[in-house]
């Protein structure tokens, strides 16, 4: 029987090559990270350096301490800056490598109080939170009116496997396009103005909601579902715009906001969904009169930011599913379809112990 010998292949020193490699770069790290610490300890500037980044490192934790103190009164400044809020963490790395290329133990200090703020903002959004189980699972999306494949559109959207889906930005031409392609899959829906929902559980109680436009953009209906009723309200509200000379444009926004905040309180049905795009991120004081009351799938259950819009490079979650008497188990995003959002989705539990 041949024998077989396994042998490490050594260099002219004896020492095998990839550990001799790997003690030579650990020996070469040792080296640059005495260099670098002992010329910051011989710099006599090393303290006096750096002292701009410092000061943008303290504004940028300011302005995430306090952001809800920065007023509305100019150009919704204060709304604008909460909608981007997360996005301010993309600075912190760019102030430590310049802290670090300027030698400035000043900085370097100072960009500590930026990374902790933001964690604490933020943090807990980087932890995945989705769970497992429920009994309901919905989905949102803004189909954009001038989608150039609705068919499609509603196809991706049954194939996500929703009980009860919201679709916003309908138009009229589209309707009987949507309605088809989801007929097989939900026997009952309801179109409002140019908001709709569709289900797999009978729908009473429909009727639009008055969000202060002059037209129809939200609804309410009662899904009974297997564990009991829910109420579910859809809402589309006004888009805002960001303009030189204006600011950030959301006055009619944060009146239907308002609207919107006053009809789910006075909802008779301890179980609320509230699907749709509210043009506003979770952040935004604006829509407090919504979101004080209701809890966000994406912030209670998810795993991430869940951005939704622009869907080709989503920069903020302004789709949302909301909820109050029924239990977020996970909440994510749906691939993107032929709209400029994306779908969002969710799985709650209904039945849970007090109802």
């Known amino acids: 029987m041949a024998q077989q010998a396994y042998m490490t292949e050594t260099d002219d020193n004896g020492g095998s090559g990839p550990e001799r490699r790997g003690a030579r770069l650990r020996r ?7 260099r ?16 701009v980044l410092a000061a943008l490192a303290l504004l940028f934790s300011l302005v995430m301490l306090v952001h809800s103190r920065i007023p509305n009164r100019f150009g919704n400044l204060g709304s604008l800056t909460e909608t981007f809020l997360p996005w301010i963490g993309l600075f912190i790395p760019l102030l430590l490598l310049l802290a670090l290329v ?12 930026p990374a902790v703020v933001w964690l604490n903002l933020f943090g807990g959004l980087l932890t995945d939170k989705t769970g497992s189980g ?27 496997g929703a009980d009860v889906v919201a679709l916003e930005e309908l ?6 396009v949507y309605e088809k392609a989801l ?9 409002q103005g140019t908001v709709g929902l569709w289900s797999k559980y009978p729908l009473s109680g429909v009727k639009p909601v008055d969000i202060k436009l002059g037209w129809t953009r939200a609804m309410r209906a009662t899904a009974a579902t297997p564990d009991g009723d829910v109420a579910f309200y859809v809402a589309h509200l006004p888009s805002v715009r960001v303009k030189l000379q204006a600011g950030f444009t959301a006055r009619q926004r944060d009146k239907s906001a308002d609207a919107l905040g006053e009809a789910i309180a006075d909802e008779k049905l301890t ?8 043009n506003g991120t979770m952040n935004d004081r604006s829509l407090n009169a919504v979101t004080s009351q209701m809890r966000s799938t994406q912030g209670a259950a998810g795993s991430g930011f869940g951005f939704s819009w622009p869907a080709s490079s989503p920069m903020a979650r302004i789709d949302q599913i909301m909820v109050k008497g029924v239990e977020p188990v996970t909440s994510w995003t749906l691939p993107q379809t032929s709209s ?3 779908p969002v989705a969710a799985r709650v539990k209904v039945a849970t112990t007090d109802s």
């Open 102 to 113: 300027r030698r400035s133990a000043t900085a370097l200090i100072a960009v500590v109080l």
């Open 134 to 160: 429920g009994d309901l699972t919905v989905a949102t999306h803004n189909v954009n009116a001038d989608n150039p494949d609705p068919s499609g559109t509603a196809d991706d959207v049954a194939a996500s």
């Open 340 to 342: 400029d959002h994306l």
């Open 183 to 191: 007929a097989a899959t939900y026997a009952h829906h309801s179109v």
């Open 171 to 176: 138009t009229a031409s589209a309707v009987p």
């Open 36 to 51: 670098l610490s002992q010329g910051w300890r011989g710099d006599p500037r090393v303290w006096r350096r750096g002292l």
């Open 271 to 278: 179980r609320v969904v509230l699907l749709g795009d509210l």
């Open 28 to 34: 070469l790290m040792g080296r640059l990270a005495g």
